[in-house]
């Protein structure tokens, strides 16, 4: 069965940073892309950013860009998303997804990120 | 930059057919998956490609996709399908989704 588990989210200040991580399992991880995909409170669903399997293809929404990082490690089924100079708006649900063919096939739970002094 | 459009909601009487849209310039040359997000919990993916069903998935949900307009189906509806449904494509290295539907079963 395939699982992902974010962890990693909580209360941080403006201007603050948070990692937050996917952990994997089920699946062979290093052979699918993966996608971060949030969620602000009664919001639509934002893309946030994606990786390709091996990490060398990397994108980011707008919004995140010069801001966010993404990373995997393979050898420990793992994703993470590095988040930097955060800001009110970046207030989510934050999902992790496996990825394939443009679409994103399981989704974990997701980690609450809240930026608020 | 490209926009996917969405109606805010769809009203579906019990056992009837609701018929879910998705806006977007010349969409039907690119390929639309849909999801659906009860309350509370995390995206299922419902269709890809324009018209396949993951496993798991009910026949009654369809999609189709052509010139302006891509189109989620749900035959028979059910007290079960109402939720929050999403249509998302992959353009120019970007992941895009429509702003979400709320289906109503009536």
């Known amino acids: 069965e395939v699982q992902l588990v974010e962890s990693g989210g909580g209360l941080i200040q403006p201007g603050g940073s948070l990692r937050i991580s996917c952990a994997a399992s089920?699946?062979?991880?290093?052979?699918?892309?993966m996608n971060w995909v949030r969620q602000a409170p009664g919001k639509g669903l934002e893309w946030v950013s994606y990786i390709s399997d091996s990490g060398r293809s990397i994108y980011y929404a707008d919004s995140v860009k010069g801001r966010f990082t993404i990373s995997r490690d393979n050898a420990k089924n793992s994703l993470f998303l590095q988040m930097n100079s955060l800001r009110a708006e970046d207030t989510a649900l934050y999902y992790c997804?496996?990825?394939?063919?443009?679409?994103?096939?399981?989704w974990g739970q997701g980690t609450l990120v809240t930026v608020s002094s | 930059s490209y926009d996917l459009t969405q109606p805010l909601s769809v009203s579906v009487a019990l056992g009837q057919t609701a018929r879910v849209s998705c806006g977007g310039n010349?969409?039907?040359?690119?390929?639309v998956h849909w999801y659906q997000q009860r309350p509370g919990q995390a995206p299922v993916l419902v269709i890809y490609?324009?018209?396949n069903r993951p496993s798991g998935i009910p026949e009654r949900f369809s999609g189709s996709n052509s010139g302006n307009t891509a189109t989620l189906t749900i035959s028979r509806a059910q007290v079960g399908d109402e939720a929050d449904y999403y249509c998302?494509?992959?353009?120019?290295?970007?992941?895009?989704f429509g702003g979400g539907t709320k289906l109503i079963v009536l």
């Open positions: 010349n969409i039907g040359s690119k390929s």
């Open positions: 490609g324009d018209n």
């Open positions: 089920g699946f062979t991880f290093s052979t699918y892309e």
């Open positions: 998302q494509m992959w353009d120019s290295s970007t992941v895009l």
């Open positions: 997804a496996r990825a394939r063919g443009g679409y994103s096939d399981n």
